[in-house]
Every structure is written in structure tokens, then in C-alpha cells.
């Protein structure tokens, strides 16, 4: 009987624990969804606080993008003209701060109140706070060093440079290849060269660098995250090697992600609520414009917004709601499209010179560019370990080049979003992933998909922040691995990056920033003094890297980026040749790297040149004075006949074995020439009698026969038959030289013979 009781109590206490565990496991499911509607309806409530104190600081972030892509869509219409000077640039700066005045005191006042309100704050926050600013003090810290950077020396800031130096872009794709390219990116960083030189444009940089990361965090609140998430997010971004590449050198990924970021933004925006659905689909659109103008790459974007567009078609296709959406097409459209239409006029290729089979343009082969196939195409299953691990796939960098977030935190990050059904969270995953997807099936390279670290780093944040709602142990893991992402991250910061000792001395005085560069990059310091030698501004051929910016002449490089230079320089096999190349672009000046091309051509260079300075492995050279002024354009200089010369009504008066000229009665003859090409003007002269003046002038016209200027120089005659010369550059636009044999008086003299020679 006892055995018989004691079944039965074992029988009613598994029964009991079973009951128990069932209504253990009702009431954690009920206690879970309850957290969840908890954390959703307090997100909603934190966001709407949000939205109601930082609504101006957003609009404001709006404004801000709406106003540098105007003004650098400005630059690019005025880079067609020789305007371009700072004080147009200044006064179209205060414009708008004159004509608002009252608008701009009340935003002052509001960025003083918000600067200084005081809210409590818990300490991970603060610790948040502090680490941001750090990161973002290195970032600004960095950019007052000179630009080393390939890229940004080779066009990105030569644009600048060269339109504020020229005070024009010429928009020339037979000497650029890329002058027609879209370039609202460098536009607006010449709007900080032209008032406050490199150190400017690369503070816009940074500037647009910390734009992005405040995007972030809007990301991160737009898609109910919190505070808290959206300063971990911050930080991963900032700290991320690839954004320190981007804010230390002068790419124009910043300026495009900006707008691409801030576009995606605007439109998540008017496909998550009505009310917003107005004014973001006409913002969104005209923000994704100027990242077009900005960044070709743009078009591999636009693919993943549509996707969102369809899957949201009830709200924007209202009758109410699709005429702005018309209009967000059309903005986006109208801004654009304007370096693609200028392409197709200048060059007859819309995106030259990318697909120049289809469009042929006389400036390209009849062939399609194709740029050094360095990286592959496509995803793959283990590319987050491969970004991680083997960066070099993907960039010119090195291990950690990508970060090291994708791993600890990305993954994670994404079966929280999925697994508790944060939808925003994980439609803005969604559009990231795909514009990596879209963009890598032609050209799996991380600079073309910056705009997805932006997104993706919202993303952790979002996570960050519902995990540290719901008060599980996963927050201060995430926090763990997060801590540990941070630090591997700066401790790679240069992975990528063109300041590995950090050394700020370049800082202290111009002196030591001559001194770096001489050590580090000398073509910079060479191109300062070819400024300083090459007053006329007649082309440069550069035997170096293409790191020229700063230059205030055009650059000749035989390379691809000037194809008919380059075959130039291919096919001499001479020293004439290499002079006749030099001689037929107008070249007086040559920067020379020891370490450039092939043994040959470099003997060839050396030997048809001759060395002004040595700047290290960099040499400044001119051609050689063997070879200068061999080619004699007047016809007849010695008299022998009078074909070619011209003279006064009473014809050339003879005198021995020269003419007899006076001010009244000068000889001339016209030959053409090339702008900003060096001359040697020669006469040999003597007195016919009496003491008197010569004078050597030069008239240049235009193709339009119209006079631009002349050259002057007055000389005393002496009884034996002297030689005087001068050296002479022809002005811009000059097409014809009107070279005299004239007296400076009254009184005749005799010339014997006159010379102009190229």
C-alpha cells in the first residue's frame, strides 16, 4: 500500500510539474511578446521625443544637404567660365545670410539652447559621448596635414586647385580623361579651396564625414532605436579604418554618401507614414540627384529604393501623394543629369569614356573603358570574413581595412532585427545588403559601397538599443563585443590610411611642412616650384605620378589619362622625337621622377632635357638648350629677298646688307604660333650714321585677328652690327605673332637680320 502511495504522489507531482512548467512557459512567452509591445510602444514614444526636440537640428542637417548640393551644382555651371574667383564665392556664401538675417538668429539661438541644455545622462552614455568625440578629433586633426593621397592629388583636388589657380575648368577630355565625369563632389570642395586653399577643402571633407555619422544616429532613431544605440552606432562608424581613409584623404565618397545616406533617409521616411510621404519624396529625390551628379555609382543604389518604393506603392501612389512623387523624379532628374548631358555635348559620350563602343567619342577609342581589373565581381557566401580578414580583395588596404564589426556585431545584429520583427531595422538592412549586392556584380570594390557601412552601422546601433531594452544578458555582450570591435578598429585605423606615424609637424611652421613633403611626396614641392618658374602657365609634361594638384598649368601625362600624349612619348625612339613631342604641346617645363617607366625613356628624357632642380628622386627640367629654338619661323630673316616682309607706303629701303627702318617706316612680317609657347626673338642691328634706338616688338593677335597685346624692347644702337635677344612667351588665345623690324625714333638704323624662333 505504502509503494501504492508513493506511485501515486510521483504520478501528481509530475503532473503538478508539468502543469507548472506549462504555465511557466505561457506566462515567459506572454512576459516576451509583453516586452516586445513594451519596447516597440516606448521606441515609439522616445522617437516622437526625439522628433520633437531634434525636428530642427534635422531640418537643419536637410537644409544644410539642399544648400551644398545647389551651391556645388552652382560651381559646376560657373567652372565653364573664367569667373571663378573667392570674392564671387564669398559673397555667394553670405547671400543667403543676408537676405535671411532674422531666420539665421533664431537658428544661432536655437544651437545656443541646445548647446547649452543640460539633460542627465547615465554613464555608458557619457563614456559614448567621449569616445565619439575623440574619434572625431582625429579625424579633424588629420585633415590639417597636407593631402599625400594618390586619388585626391590626381584629380580630386587638382580640380579645385586648378579652377581657383585658372579660375576656369576646361573640361577637356582629350588632356583628361576624367574632366567630364560627374564631379559635384569636387565642386564643393572647391568652394573651401577658393576661400581658405587645401586645409579648407579637406576640413569639408571631414565635415561631410561627421554629416554622415549624424545621419546614422537619425537612422538609428527614424527606426525606433535609442540614444544609446544610436552613440554605439556613431562610434563604430567613426572608428571604422575604411571611414578614417575617407576623411583623411580627399575622395569624394563623403560628399555621395552624404546625399545617398541622407536620400535614403527622406525616402524610408515617405514610405513609413503619410504625413511625411509630401515633402521626402521631393527631398529624397532631388538628395539622390545630387549624388548622381555626384558619384556614377549612384545608379546601383536606385535599384534597392525601388524595391522599397514598390512594397510601399499604397501610400506614395495616392492621388494626393503621386504628383509630388513626379516632382522628386523630375528634381532628381534635373540635378542629376547635368554632367551627363555636359558629357554628351562636349565629348558625344554621356558617361565618357565608359562604353565608348556604343556612343563613340572622337576623344577615346572606339572601345569600352575598362579600369585596371584589380578586384573581382560578385558575393559570396564568407564575405564578411573575407572584408575582415583579407581586405585586400576588396580595397588597395590592408587586414582590417573593412573593420571589424561584421563578424561580432553584424550578425548578431541581424537575427535580432529578424528574429523579434524590428521591420524598419530590418528594411534598412535589407537596402544596405542590396546596394552591396548591386554594386558588387560589377565591381566588388568597398569605396563604391561606403554608403552601405553607413547604413549597416544604423543597423548594430538599432540592435544595441533594443537590447539594452528588453534588459537581457545580451546588451553587455553586445557592449563586450562592441568594446572590442572599437579597439581593434583604431588599432587598425591605418590599415587603409596615408598617415601611419601620425606626425604632426608639418603643423608648426611652412618650413617643416616643405620638409615632410620633400620626405614623403617631392612631386609636391617640385609642382611649387614650376609655379613659381613657369609665369606664361604653358603646359607641364609630368615623367612622375600623376600627384600634380596645385599646378597652375595644364598637366601632360603619357599615360591613359592623355592618350595622345601618351602615344607620343610611346613611339619616339629619339631624342628629337621626345623634343618634338615636348615642342608640339607647347611644353617648357618638365617634371622628371628617376623612378618613372622604362631605363630607355628615361635615358631618353634626360638626355633631350636639362636639370633646373633636384628635389630628391624629383627633378625639374626644361628641354635642353641644344635643342630649344631650332626651328626658324620668318621667312627670309636675313633680307636676301623681300618675300614676307611687309613695310610702309614706301616700301623697304635697303642699306648694305640689312634694311633701313625708322618708327615710321618699320618692316613686319606675321607668322602663327602657339598660346603660352616660349619664343626666341633675335635682330642684329647697327647705326646707320647718326646715334639713335631700335626697338623689338611683337604683336600678338587671336584667330579673330583681334589684338590681345604686345612685347616691347628698346635698345641702343651701336656702330658695329650687335646682336640683342629676348626671350617671349605668347599670351593665352594667341594664334598669330606680328613681328617687327622697327626704329624706336625718327631716325633710321639698320637691321641686318631678324629672327623668331620656336
Partial sequence: MRSGDQAQRLVDSISCSIRIGTAVRSNMASCCRSMVCSCIRRAGAENRAHSISGRKCSGLGGAFLLGSGTYGTAVGLLAHFPVNFSGLYAGALALPLILFRSTFVELCSHLLALAARRTPKAFGECALEVMVATVALVHIVIALLPEVAYDALAMHLFIPAHLALRHQWGFDASSYVWAVMPMLGDWVFAIGYMLGGETAARLINVGFILTITWYVRELVIWAGGTAIGARWAALIFLSTPLTFTESSSLFIESVWTTFVVAGILAILKACSSVEETKHNLLIGGALLGFAAAAKAVTFTVIPALLIVLICRYKIWTKAEFFRVALLGIAAFLLVGAIPYVTAWILTGNPVFPLFNKVFKSPFYPPENFEAPAVFGKGMTWDLLYRMTFESGRYLEGRTGSAGFQWLPLFIPSAVLLIGFRLWRGGGLM???????????????????????????????????????????????????????????????????????????????????????????????????????????????????????????????????????????????????????????????????????????????????????????????????????????????????????????????????????????????????????????????????????????????????????????????????PTEYKMEIIAPPKATLAVVYASGHTSIPLVFERVSFRQ
Fill in 430 to 720: 535589407l537596402v544596405g545588403v542590396l546596394c552591396v549586392s548591386f554594386t558588387f556584380s560589377s565591381t566588388a570594390y568597398l569605396r563604391y559601397v561606403f554608403p552601405s557601412f553607413a547604413i549597416l552601422a544604423a543597423c548594430v546601433g538599432i540592435a544595441f538599443g533594443f537590447a539594452n531594452r528588453i534588459r537581457s544578458f545580451v546588451y553587455p555582450a553586445l557592449c563586450l563585443a562592441g568594446s572590442a570591435v572599437v579597439g581593434l578598429n583604431l588599432l587598425f585605423l591605418n590599415a587603409y590610411g596615408f598617415y601611419p606615424d601620425f606626425q604632426l609637424t608639418p603643423l608648426i611652421s611652412e618650413d617643416m611642412r616643405r620638409g615632410y613633403l620633400q620626405t614623403r611626396l617631392p612631386v609636391r614641392n617640385a609642382v611649387e616650384l614650376v609655379n613659381q618658374l613657369n609665369a606664361a602657365g604653358a603646359p607641364v609634361a609630368v615623367f612622375a605620378q600623376p600627384l600634380t594638384a596645385g599646378l597652375a598649368a595644364d598637366a601632360l601625362y603619357p599615360t591613359w589619362y592623355n592618350l595622345r600624349f601618351y602615344s607620343l612619348i610611346h613611339a619616339a625612339r629619339n631624342e628629337q622625337a621626345i623634343v618634338d613631342a615636348l615642342a608640339s604641346n607647347g611644353v617648357d617645363f618638365v617634371i622628371f621622377d628617376s623612378g618613372w617607366g622604362d631605363a630607355e625613356k628615361r635615358k631618353l628624357i634626360e638626355a633631350s632635357t636639362e636639370e633646373i632642380a633636384e628635389l630628391g628622386t624629383v627633378t625639374v627640367r626644361r628641354i635642353a638648350s641644344a635643342y630649344r629654338f631650332q626651328s626658324e619661323l620668318l621667312k627670309y630673316p636675313d633680307f636676301t629677298s623681300p618675300e614676307g616682309w611687309s613695310s610702309g607706303p614706301e616700301g623697304i629701303s635697303r642699306a648694305g646688307n640689312g634694311i633701313a627702318v625708322s618708327v615710321v617706316s618699320p618692316a613686319f612680317q606675321s607668322v602663327p604660333v602657339m598660346q603660352k609657347r616660349r619664343y626666341l626673338y633675335s635682330v642684329k642691328a647697327r647705326c646707320n650714321g647718326q646715334p639713335t634706338q631700335g626697338r623689338m616688338q611683337v604683336n600678338w593677335t587671336d584667330a579673330k585677328s583681334q589684338f590681345i597685346g604686345t612685347e616691347i624692347r628698346v635698345f641702343d644702337c651701336m656702330d658695329s
